[in-house]
């Protein structure tokens, strides 16, 4: 079945870079997008980015200048680095699948467990 | 940035009891409104997107409404494992944005 699953650290000192890994399977990395959201507690999910099928990715403006989302198809990985981390970074890391529509923006039909990331030194 | 507004912010209901959520997007996002619930110790899980077209295997008595800027997600019937917190996200344009959530109690 469709599984995605965060690995990561914990914790991250502040103005450092945060690397965390998703690793997927039940379905293949150049077939769907997967994208990266994140939620700091008490507080909606925020969409960070995204790894389409083919390749390309998309970020969202808020992040674009310190984000960078790649993948390893051999190893069904996706990966996200985010730079100089500030305390307000503090949250809930989500690697999600991104449901196949016929619109260039879609929903997400399966996520990870989430990785609890704290920025604090 | 489309905002999106989520109302109430909690919610209380009784087993058996209808409950409506609202979601109101600051521009127009035609129907591309999607519905997510969220429950300790399981992954979000996408009830609705396109405004009203379940989800696979989401049960029939969760719909969704609206189109433009305003939305609504009803539960008939409330069952027990319906008390979660429910989030609005539009996907119609980048970047995707939620709204911050409604906390569907036990009252």
């Known amino acids: 079945q469709v599984q995605l699953k965060e690995s990561g650290p914990g914790l991250v000192q502040p103005s450092e870079t945060l690397s965390l890994t998703c690793t997927v399977s039940g379905f293949s990395l150049t077939s769907y997008s997967v994208s990266w959201v994140r939620q700091p507690s008490g507080k909606g999910p925020e969409w960070m980015g995204r790894?389409?099928?083919?390749?390309?990715?998309a970020y969202n403006s808020a992040l674009k200048s310190r984000l960078s989302i790649s993948r390893d198809t051999s190893k069904n990985q996706v990966f996200l680095k985010m730079n100089s981390l500030q305390t307000d970074d503090t949250g809930t890391y989500y690697c999600t699948r991104d449901r196949p529509l016929t619109t260039v923006a879609t929903p997400f039909d399966y996520w990870g467990q989430g990785v609890m990331v704290t920025v604090s030194s | 940035d489309v905002q999106m507004t989520q109302s109430p912010s909690y919610l209380a209901a009784s087993p058996g009891e209808s409950v409506s959520i609202s979601c109101k997007a600051s521009k127009s996002i035609n129907t591309y409104l999607a519905w997510y619930q969220e429950k300790p110790g399981k992954t979000n899980k996408l009830l609705i997107y396109?405004?009203?077209t379940l989800q696979s295997g989401t049960p029939s008595r969760f719909s969704g409404s609206g189109s433009g800027t305003d939305f609504t997600l009803t539960i008939r019937s409330l069952e027990p494992e319906d008390f979660a917190v429910y989030y609005c996200?539009?996907?119609?344009?980048?970047?995707?944005?939620f709204g911050s959530g409604t906390k569907l109690e036990i009252k």
């Open positions: 396109s405004g009203s």
């Open positions: 790894m389409w099928y083919d390749g390309d990715t």
């Open positions: 996200q539009q996907h119609n344009e980048y970047p995707l944005t």
